[in-house]
């Protein structure tokens, strides 16, 4: 393949991953790394690194658009922040010490868990919870525009969505992805926060959780100019279009579709990664 | 009082979505750029990424990468948009650190910078 054949191929699956994962909401960098691997052949480095590169731009793509909307509490993030991005500094350093064939593992295990967390139905946020002391402190309580009203919410469990945002961190860091699904569970399930405030500050959070750990794949040499440009460019055209699109019928069937592919994926990233070809 | 200060965030967000959109915009163009000089030249070359052989050394300092975009080279000029793209959401963060002092909340200032502390040595760094 030459070099023109090679970057349209790529630019074009990029969009695909982009369109899905922005119509689905269950992202696209997911589906990247094992793209780019297991269709394209590249080294899981240089994917990773271009993987990262590309995450950042969809975050900050819909952080634009979705911080205006007020759903996002830009304190919880912040705090969070710290968090994961001292996870991701963990995961870019485990990425270059462990051998390629365990990341690939850990790949697809973790395509595998996306895949089951996307079918599993949304948990109700429970309404009117206690106010929680440490929560308080940090000023993490907020309040979002609803249909009926300005909606209050009060945070819980700071310690746990802290513990559970390193760790979403760390596999952002080593894999090369948002993670947005383990941000979202933790502060989902364990903090409480309801799912429109979430999702968006999940998603605001991404980018900059990616830039922690991105310094040290650039340093190390893992993000090559000539695979990152059609990677992003796709991806980050893929998911505008995405957004702009909204088909609520459609998207339960395309939701079902991705997922299956994901699940697909995680398959043969556990296999290649066992087997040691990767 | 509470509403007036909600708006104060709500400003402060309308801010940061507009420094995201403007960076990744400006990364976007940057990248297109240097992507078509590059494919102008290159597009012949085989394609081969199978092994992993390390970018060489001006494709990962910060000068290096600077001192390829400034000789127009396509991949030094897509390697110079891509760091836009990772200094937009650095950016972000000094905004905040700006924003919250505005607000004089003590807390948040000094939580937003040992984020951007982290985002520091991952970018200088280069023990890790």
């Known amino acids: ?102 990341i690939t593992i850990v790949f697809g295990v973790m395509l595998l868990y996306s895949a089951y967390l996307s079918r599993r139905p949304r948990s109700q946020a429970e309404r009117n919870l206690p106010m929680n002391e440490l929560a308080t402190k940090l000023k993490m309580n907020g309040s979002f525009p609803e249909a009926g009203g300005i909606r209050h919410y009060n945070v819980q469990n700071v310690p746990t969505g802290f513990g559970l945002m390193f760790g979403a961190g760390t596999l952002s860091g080593l894999l090369g992805i948002g993670s947005g699904a383990v941000k979202v569970l933790a502060m989902d399930q364990a903090m409480k926060i309801p799912f429109k405030v979430s999702t968006t ?23 090559d100019p000539g695979l990152s440009m059609p990677v992003m460019l796709g991806v980050l055209i893929g998911s505008f279009l995405g957004s702009k699109i909204l088909v609520e019928a459609e998207t339960k069937w395309l939701r079902i579709i991705f997922s299956v592919v994901i699940a697909v994926l995680g398959f043969q990233m556990l296999y290649q990664g066992i087997m040691g070809r990767i | 009082m509470e509403w007036l200060k909600h708006w104060d965030d709500q400003r402060t967000e309308n801010f940061i979505g507009n420094l995201l959109r403007v960076g990744v915009m400006l990364a976007a163009s940057v990248v297109s750029f240097g992507a078509i000089l590059f494919l102008h030249k290159y597009w012949r070359m085989p394609s081969d990424y199978r092994a992993f052989h390390g970018e060489p050394e001006n494709f990962r300092t910060l000068s290096g990468i600077f001192h390829e975009a400034t000789a127009l080279h396509g991949r030094g000029i897509i390697q110079f948009g891509l760091v836009l793209l990772m200094a937009t959401p650095i950016a972000r963060v000094i905004f905040s650190v700006w924003a919250f002092t505005a607000e004089r909340d003590r807390m948040y200032v000094g939580f937003t910078l040992i984020v951007l502390a982290v985002l520091l040595y991952s970018f200088l760094g280069t023990g890790i």
């Open chain 1, 201 to 223: 500050t999940s998603n605001f959070m991404i980018g900059v959780t990616a830039a922690a750990s991105v310094g040290v794949y650039l340093s190390r040499g893992y993000v």
């Open chain 1, 1 to 102: 393949m030459n070099t023109l054949e090679f970057t349209s191929l790529v630019c074009v699956g990029s969009f695909v991953a982009g369109l899905l994962g922005s119509l689905t909401g269950l992202g696209g960098g997911v589906v990247l790394v094992p793209l780019l691997t297991l269709f394209f052949k590249v080294d899981i480095r240089y994917a990773i690194g271009a993987s990262l590169v590309s995450v950042i731009a969809t975050s900050s793509g819909a952080a634009a658009a979705y911080v205006k909307e007020g759903f996002s509490n830009i304190r919880i993030g912040m705090f969070l922040e710290i968090a994961t991005t001292f996870g991701a500094l963990a995961g870019a350093f485990l990425a270059t010490r462990i051998p390629t064939s365990a």
